[in-house]
């Protein structure tokens, strides 16, 4: 019992700390570099190897935190990150049928894709985004694309450094017999 205590205090600890580094350090970093999203790169990596429900906590503690440090109501972010990991979840159980480094990037690139649209949508619907309907401006765009390349580099370094942990995972290229 005082182990499983230690191990959600410890999830906790590292999702706060990564929270924090997303929020007070990677949204300062200078144009390309301020795009990376580390919180959507862990709810996935944390879907894919641990499993639906400790995502699920992932999201609601990640989003916690930077709810808190936000401008916008309380809960925009617990609910994107929700979202996301049930979406990414769908995915992952209905279209991906192996557990092998393609399926790990084309969920990277699918949630990444699905928080920014779904963020994008409700600043647009909000009113907080001014000018022009989202899909028609060029940053949005350049975001995404920023943020699609950064979240595959980071998938690439993530599950090499799982996959050499643990030997659960399909195989690079398929192997012939």
Request: glycine share 6%.
């Amino acid at each position: 019992m005082l182990k499983k205590i230690w191990q959600i205090f410890f999830f906790i600890i590292i999702l706060s700390g990564v929270a924090i580094i997303q929020s007070s350090f990677v949204f300062n970093l200078p144009a390309a570099f301020s795009q990376i999203n580390l919180i959507v790169i862990v709810l996935v990596f944390t879907l894919f190897f641990f499993g639906f429900r400790p995502a699920l906590y992932a999201a609601v503690v990640l989003g916690f935190w930077l709810d808190l440090f936000s401008f916008y109501f309380f809960g925009l972010h617990i609910l994107l990150f929700l979202a996301t990991v049930i979406f990414a979840n769908w995915v992952l159980s209905a279209w991906l049928t192996n557990r092998s480094l393609y399926s790990f990037l084309l969920l990277i690139f699918i949630a990444t894709a699905v928080y920014d649209f779904a963020l994008a949508l409700l600043f647009f619907l909000s009113g907080a985004s001014l000018g022009t309907f989202f899909l028609w401006q060029g940053s949005f765009w350049l975001g995404l694309f920023y943020q699609v390349i950064w979240s595959g580099l980071a998938g690439l370094l993530m599950f090499n450094l799982a996959s050499a942990l643990t030997r659960r995972f399909q195989p690079f290229f398929l192997e012939t017999k």
